[in-house]
C-alpha cells in the first residue's frame, strides 16, 4: 500500500509566535487524524528547530528548499546534511516558485534531489506546467521532461525515497484547482512514466501528491483519486481547522 501523505507548505509566511499557535491548534485534531496519513509541515527554515522541539510530535518536518552542496562558502545556504543533522527527513525541491523567481533548472533541481539522496533526506519532488503549455497541450511532454531530468538518473533504492508532487503551476494559489479528472489523468501518465522507466513494482510505491489551491472543499475529491496518493498544500495549511480537516480528507 502506497503511503498517503499531506504536507503543508506554509511558505514565508507566519512569524514564530503564529507558527507555534498554529501546531498547537493543529494539534488539537491529531485525534481525527488516521495513522495511515503521514502529516509533514514545511516552515519557514528557520523554525525547524522550534517545531523539531515539538514533544510527540503527529507531523514530520520538511524544509522548502536546500542547498545542493554539503558544506562551504555559500552565503545564505543551507544544507541537506544540515537538514539531516537535525533529524529534518523531508525537502521540497523544484518547488514552481524557486523555478519561476529563482531561475532553479531542471539541472540544479537534479542536483539538489542527489543532496538530499545522499544526505537521507527524502525529497518531495514538485512539477507541473504552466497555463500556456496546457492551454498549448504541452504539459504531458513539459511535466515528462522535469520528471526525466529529475529522476531518471537515480538508482532503483533511490527513487524508492522520492515523493513526487504533481502541481500545475496555474492552480498554485490561484483558488483554481485541477479537476479531480485533470489530476488523475496526470497522476496516471506520472506513474506510466515511471513504470517505464523503473518498472511496476516500485512505481507502484511511489506518493504523488496533488499540489494547488488545495482546500477543505476540495480535497475529498481530489484524494479519492486512484493515483492521487494526498496532497502538497499551500495557503489553506495555514489555517489549523482546514488543514486539518484535509489531512482527514486523505484517510
Ligand atoms: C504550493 O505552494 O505548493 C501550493 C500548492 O500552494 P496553494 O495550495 O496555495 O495553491
Request: glycine share 0%.
Given at each position: 500500500m502506497r503511503q498517503k501523505i499531506v504536507a503543508g507548505n506554509w511558505k514565508m509566511n507566519k512569524d514564530i509566535d503564529e507558527a507555534m499557535e498554529l501546531v498547537v491548534s493543529l494539534e488539537q485534531y491529531r485525534h481525527d487524524f488516521s495513522q495511515d496519513v503521514k502529516v509533514i509541515l514545511a516552515p519557514p527554515s528557520l523554525y525547524l528547530a522550534n517545531l523539531e522541539m515539538v514533544e510527540e510530535p503527529f507531523f514530520e518536518l520538511s524544509a522548502q528548499n536546500c542547498s545542493h552542496h554539503d558544506y562551504g562558502a555559500f552565503t545564505g545556504e543551507i544544507s541537506p546534511a544540515m537538514l539531516h543533522s537535525m533529524n529534518i527527513g523531508y525537502c521540497i525541491v523544484g518547488h514552481s516558485e524557486r523555478r519561476q523567481y529563482y531561475h532553479e533548472t531542471d539541472e540544479m533541481i537534479a542536483k539538489k534531489i542527489d543532496a538530499c539522496l545522499r544526505n537521507h533526506v527524502r525529497p518531495i519532488f514538485c512539477c507541473g506546467e504552466m497555463l500556456e503549455q496546457r492551454n498549448g497541450k504541452h504539459h504531458f511532454v513539459t511535466v515528462l521532461h522535469q520528471v526525466e531530468h529529475a529522476l531518471?538518473?537515480?538508482?532503483k533504492d533511490e527513487m524508492k525515497q522520492v515523493v513526487i508532487a504533481y502541481e500545475p503551476v496555474w492552480a498554485i494559489g490561484t483558488g483554481v484547482t485541477a479537476s479531480s479528472d485533470q489530476a488523475e489523468e496526470m497522476h496516471g501518465f506520472i506513474r506510466d512514466t515511471l513504470i517505464n522507466h523503473f518498472g511496476e513494482e516500485l512505481a507502484a510505491e511511489i506518493p504523488i501528491l496533488y499540489g494547488g489551491s488545495v482546500n477543505a472543499q476540495n480535497s475529498a475529491e481530489l484524494f479519492a483519486c486512484p493515483n492521487v496518493d494526498g496532497g502538497l498544500v499551500g495557503g489553506a495549511s495555514l489555517k489549523a481547522k482546514d488543514f486539518a480537516q484535509i489531512i482527514v480528507s486523505a484517510s
Open positions: 531518471f538518473h537515480l538508482k
